[in-house]
Every structure is written in C-alpha cells, then in structure tokens.
C-alpha cells in the first residue's frame, strides 16, 4: 500500500492539500477549542505548557517573563489560528499559510498532549479503542503527523 502525503510543496512553491473532507471537518473545529483555552490562561495547566517557565529557580523572574512575553506568545497563537481558520477549505496554502498551519496545528497538539498526559514512553500511548480517551489519542497522532508532513513539506 502507497502511503500519499496529505502535504506536499509543488514545484512551483505552493503547498499542496490533500485532505479528505472529514478531516477538514476535524481540523475546522480547532480554533475554536483553542481559542477558549487561551481564555483561561496560564491557570490551565495545558495552557501553561504553551508558555512554559523561563526561570525555573526564581519565581518572581518567572512571572516577570510571563508579565512581559505571554501576551505577545498568545497574540501569536491567535493569528496563526486566524490564519488557519481562514485557510481550513484550501486546496493550496502559500509558505506564509503553511507556517500558520504548523504553528496553530502544533500548538492545539501540544495542549491535547497535555490533556491527554502523552509521555514519550511508548508503552504509556497504549490505550483501548473503549477507553473514552481513545479519539483524543487518535486526534493527537493525527495532528502530529500533520505537524511531521509539514514540516517535511517546508524542508522540501
């Protein structure tokens, strides 16, 4: 079986989507679950993991950094999701567009990853298809193949 990459950079510069309209209907319904994340704030803990600590060993540094960057970060964040959203029906996305695409897909990964407490010991990502977070599992793979083909098509 011919595995076809759902990403893929074009001669011509352009990327390529090839997407099945499932999962545009997935991908469709990120921005705004990320959206009411950054909400919250760093209170949620997967929110904070989009912001993680710069000092670790003087707090009042720490929260002098987060004073000053974490606006600036989720500022950001909401443009690249602006961004996507924008481009969610596209068939071709520019480099600008893919960026956007990488940083918001990425950024939705790392907070499900978080939710989901993903670690990198692959005997821990084993879960049953009747465990209730099996679809969040599978999305998270999902959106890291994603991420993967993307950049991959970037590096093209």
Not at 135 to 148: E, H, I, K, R
Request: glycine content about 4%.
């Amino acid at each position: 079986m011919k595995f076809t990459r759902r990403i893929k950079r074009t001669r011509s510069g352009v990327f390529e989507l090839r997407l099945s309209p499932e999962e545009r209907d997935v991908l469709r319904g990120l921005p705004a679950q990320m959206r009411d994340a950054l909400e919250l704030g760093n209170d949620d803990p997967a929110v904070a993991r989009l912001n993680p600590s710069a000092c670790l060993d003087d707090a009042e540094v720490d929260a002098e950094f987060h004073q000053m960057m974490d606006d600036d970060l989720n500022a950001g964040r909401l443009q690249a999701l602006d961004a996507f959203e924008a481009t969610v029906d596209a068939t071709s996305l520019d480099e600008e567009a893919a960026l956007a695409w990488m940083r918001a897909i990425n950024d939705v990964r790392l907070l499900l990853g978080t939710r989901l407490d993903v670690s990198e010991d692959p005997g821990k990502r084993h879960v049953d298809a009747d465990d209730p977070r099996a679809p969040g599992f599978a999305l998270y793979d999902y959106l890291s193949l994603l991420t993967q083909e993307l950049v991959e098509a970037l590096e093209s």
